[in-house]
């Protein structure tokens, strides 16, 4: 006997149709696909970020490692050669800001030019600049006119002695036994006992390259302030790579020429600095509106100014995300030079 089947609508419940299938499937990728993208997407959010905070972290870093040697340094004219004399012929004028790398090259045409700018070259300062690569970025956001160039800055300064590493400018202002009347050689702690003195212990530093040394040091003859023969200097190169360094290097005249870091010993400060931009607060016009000072409107109209012995100096970072995106971070100080003459010299 052949039995006979019948379809029900529980026997046709029992499995999924193929276009209920393909809906399903259709579903689950579309979901698949937006939480994917949903995460990439994230991914590459979180990535910028960081990016971001790293270039605004390293960025301030190096400002305030700059900001440390402008904070103790002057305009001055130092003798940087052998023994100190009176012939202010040899002296050298600090700080020297140049563009481009070569030393005395003023940042725009008709603009200041460095003094002492073959000195400087013959000292080794000249050097190949590295190129600025968002270049058409920062001229639209400081809204330069068509065809205005941006140019490398880099800086030489001259700083106070520390032969004995105390974080005090080393002084001349004693004579021998602690007499008074200054003598020539500055009041050191080498022993680190906490007391300055001229005695044997106090002058010579087991290290050579820290105690009393003649040739390195040239005191200022009306503040007794002892001044550092190393001329320090910021510049940034193009490092490994293609990648920007901002550099912090010394001209210590004892450095051997077989040094491999000879003339100079090099310390990379940060890296992803794409423009080092220095200029001269005299030669700006800062203004702020009068309601903005302290005290309200100044009644005689006067400006705030910039004092004239200042630095304007801007970093400018550039770093790549994975996407090949560049992120930029700008970070800027106006930094006063304490020491020495109040204005910068003009350029002869």
Not at 55 to 75: H, K, V
Not at 97 to 120: C, I, K, N, T
Not at 277 to 303: H, N, T, V
Request: charged share 30%; with cysteine.
């Amino acid at each position: 006997m052949t039995r006979i089947q019948h379809d029900s609508p529980r026997g046709r419940r029992a499995g999924l149709t193929l276009i209920e299938v393909m809906i399903a499937v259709t579903i689950v990728s579309t979901l698949t696909a937006w939480v994917v993208g949903a995460t990439r997407d994230m991914g590459r959010i979180t990535e910028a970020n960081a990016l971001d905070v790293r270039l605004a972290r390293e960025g301030r870093e190096a400002l305030a490692r700059l900001r440390a040697d402008l904070q103790r340094a002057g305009i001055r004219r130092v003798d940087m050669e052998g023994v100190q004399d009176d012939d202010p012929a040899d002296d050298l004028h600090f700080p020297h800001v140049y563009y481009d790398g070569v030393p005395g090259r003023a940042r725009r045409s008709g603009g200041r030019e460095g003094l002492d700018a073959p000195a400087f070259q013959s000292r080794g300062h000249e050097h190949a600049p590295a190129p600025i690569l968002g270049e058409e970025a920062y001229a639209a956001a400081l809204g330069l006119e068509p065809g205005e160039t941006l140019r490398q800055a880099s800086l030489i300064l001259a700083l106070p002695a520390d032969q004995d590493l105390d974080g005090r400018p080393d002084m001349d202002v004693l004579g021998p036994g602690g007499t008074a009347g200054p003598d020539g050689i500055p009041e050191l702690d080498c022993n680190g006992d906490g007391r300055l003195s001229q005695v044997t212990s106090d002058l010579v530093h087991p290290d050579l390259f820290k105690g009393l040394d003649e040739q390195r040091v040239a005191i200022d003859p009306l503040t007794r302030l002892v001044w550092s023969r190393n001329e320090v200097a910021w510049i940034v190169r193009e490092g490994p790579g293609g990648q920007r360094e901002l550099v912090r290097r010394i001209r210590d005249q004892r450095v051997a020429p077989s040094d491999p870091q000879y003339p100079f010993r090099v310390e990379v400060i940060a890296r992803d600095i794409d423009w080092l931009d220095i200029k001269y607060a005299e030669d700006l016009q800062f203004w702020d509106r009068p309601e903005d000072l302290e005290g309200g409107a100044d009644p005689s109209g006067a400006d705030a100014l910039v004092p004239a012995n200042a630095l304007v100096v801007t970093l400018w970072m550039r770093g790549l995300d994975r996407q090949g995106h560049p992120h930029h971070f700008r970070t800027e100080a106006i930094v006063r030079l304490p020491l020495g003459e109040q204005r910068f010299p003009e350029a002869d």
